[in-house]
Every structure is written in C-alpha cells, then in structure tokens.
C-alpha cells in the first residue's frame, strides 16, 4: 500500500518536473522572439537581430582570451 503512494507522489513529481521545463522553454521562446523581431531595440543599420544560443559550459571551457575575442568579435549584446 505504501509503495502504490510512492509511485503516485512520484509520478506527481515528474509531471510537476515536466510543467517546469515546458514553462521554461515557453518563456524563453518568447524572449527569444521578443529580441529578434523588436527592430526598436536595435540601430537602424542592424536590422533585426540573430540569436545564437550559447552553453555556459562551452563558453567556460576556453581561454578567457578566446572567449573574449569571440564575445567581442561576434556578438552585439550578451544576455546572461
């Protein structure tokens, strides 16, 4: 009997897990595009804005000299 309540509160949990990351993958699809089609946000001579989305992981793993020159020279903004 107390097992059948453990699967059910665990059951529970994960869909709670789920309603989590859908709301937070909701969220930043709508950041996202809130960024790349809001031309105000942006000089007239960018037009609209691409959007790369970055690990943190990947960007840690370099020399911070790299990683510099790679923020720099590609990048307009950063949204961390």
């Known amino acids: ?19 989590r990351y859908f709301l937070h993958a909701r969220v930043l699809y709508q950041t996202i595009s809130f960024l790349r ?17 970055i690990r943190y ?8 000299n790299i990683r510099q020159r790679l923020i720099e020279r590609n990048y307009q903004i950063l949204i961390s």
């Open 1 to 19: 009997s107390q097992s059948s309540i453990k699967y059910s509160d665990d059951e529970s949990q994960s869909e709670g897990e789920a309603d």
């Open 57 to 64: 992981e990947s960007l840690s793993s370099l020399d911070s």
């Open 37 to 53: 089609l809001n031309h105000e946000l942006f000089d007239d001579d960018v037009g609209s804005l691409g959007v790369d989305l």
